[in-house]
Nanobody, 121 residues
Framework: QVQLVESGGGLVQPGGSLRLSCAASGSIFSRYVMGWYRQAPGKQRELVARITNDGNTNYADSYADSVKGRFTISRDNAKNTVSLQMNSLKPEDTAVYYC???????????WGQGTQVTVSS
């Protein structure tokens, strides 16, 4: 079982940048496909970006269409971390962002507690 702790959320003006980080512990990090999801008020949770065990983000569904070209997901298997660099932020990016770990062995999903991102002037 893996434990996930997100950090890096906050308030930013439109056009600004934020970097979210997720620290994982309790299991072998490289066994998990990692992802970032978000949930805005009144909306369903949606995939923002995901990265395979070995760092591949070239799949068609690696990024949501709404964030392609603006967000970049990365991971460091040596440090058990996954990050989401968010540039050119828009008000519609406002949401609670959740780190997700998907086990390639058990197919179970694990979630962090979420971090709030607010894009507003």
């Amino acid at each position: 079982q893996v434990q996930l702790v997100e950090s890096g959320g906050g308030l930013v003006q439109p056009g600004g940048s934020l970097r979210l980080s997720c620290a994982a512990s309790g299991s072998i990090f490289s066994r998990y496909v990692m992802g970032w999801y978000r949930q805005a008020p009144g909306k369903q949770r949606e995939l923002v970006a995901r990265i395979t065990n070995d760092g591949n983000t070239n799949y068609a569904d690696s990024y949501a269409d709404s964030v392609k070209g603006r967000f970049t997901i990365s991971r460091d298997n040596a440090k058990n971390t996954v990050s989401l660099q968010m540039n050119s932020l828009k008000p519609e990016d406002t949401a609670v962002y959740y780190c997700n770990a998907h086990s390639t062995l058990t197919f179970r999903n694990y979630w962090g507690q979420g971090t709030q991102v607010t894009v507003s002037s």
